[in-house]
């Protein structure tokens, strides 16, 4: 089956202590991202990465750490982490190419809620 | 920078009236997507919209794209409590970025 695993689903942690949220997708697709949700904010891009190798920041860098060593994996690390960052982490992945007009749709996980005391 | 408006953030309908949500970018779009995302779930897409003035229909649902490729509108007609949930609007800035810019959503809730 089709789909993009994230681990943990929920965490609550304290300040300062380093964590990691997994990403996986089993569709070899290229692209994948992070996004945060917040109330009334929407997504928001963290990171996002074309290829292996390759990544970029979105609109809210800031805090967080993105690494694309092999396809498949994109996890997202936040080094000391704050209370603002306590929210729903979506990772995705899609098929979307640089240059083309494809769909590109995104493939979300099911989310990571996070709670940083 | 550049940004993804879109109202309203809430609907409060009857089941059977229509709905509609709007965005709308400060900047020209490459592209748009629609995603539906239910209570407590993930984001799922619906579709994207390419071409200057586009509309495209699901079933109940119409996907409209402005002339100027600046803003989209998404409407249902006769809701059902099958579409609760939020609605967000996706643009892209071009077709070379992997920048995907969402609006803030609009929550959907129909009263059987």
């Known amino acids: 089956e089709a789909q993009v695993t994230q681990n943990p689903r929920y965490l609550i942690t304290v300040t300062g202590k380093k964590l990691t949220v997994t990403c996986s997708q089993n569709?070899?697709?290229?692209?994948m991202s992070w996004y945060r949700q917040d109330p009334g904010l929407g997504l928001r891009q963290i990171y996002y990465s074309m290829n292996v190798e390759v990544t970029d920041k979105g609109d809210v860098p800031e805090g967080y750490k993105v690494s694309r060593k092999e396809k498949r994996n994109f996890p997202l690390i936040l080094e000391s982490p704050s209370p603002n960052q306590t929210s729903l982490y979506f990772c995705a992945s899609s098929p979307f190419s640089r240059g083309t007009l494809n769909t590109g749709e995104l493939f979300f996980g099911e989310g990571s809620r996070l709670t940083v005391l | 920078g550049q940004q993804v408006m879109q109202i309203p953030q809430y609907q409060h309908v009857q089941e059977g009236e229509d709905f509609t949500t709007y965005c709308n970018s400060s900047?020209?779009?490459?592209?748009i997507q629609w995603y539906k995302q239910r209570p407590g779930g993930h984001p799922v897409f619906l579709i994207q919209?390419?071409?200057?003035?586009e509309v495209k229909k699901q079933k109940r649902l119409t996907f409209q794209f402005g002339e100027a490729k600046k803003n989209s509108s998404l409407h249902i007609t006769a809701t059902q409590t099958t579409d609760v949930g939020t609605y967000f609007c996706a643009g892209r800035l071009s077709s070379n970025t992997g920048k995907l810019i969402f609006g803030q959503g609009t929550t959907l809730q129909v009263k059987p």
């Open positions: 569709m070899n697709h290229e692209y």
């Open positions: 900047t020209t779009l490459s592209n």
């Open positions: 919209l390419v071409k200057s003035g």
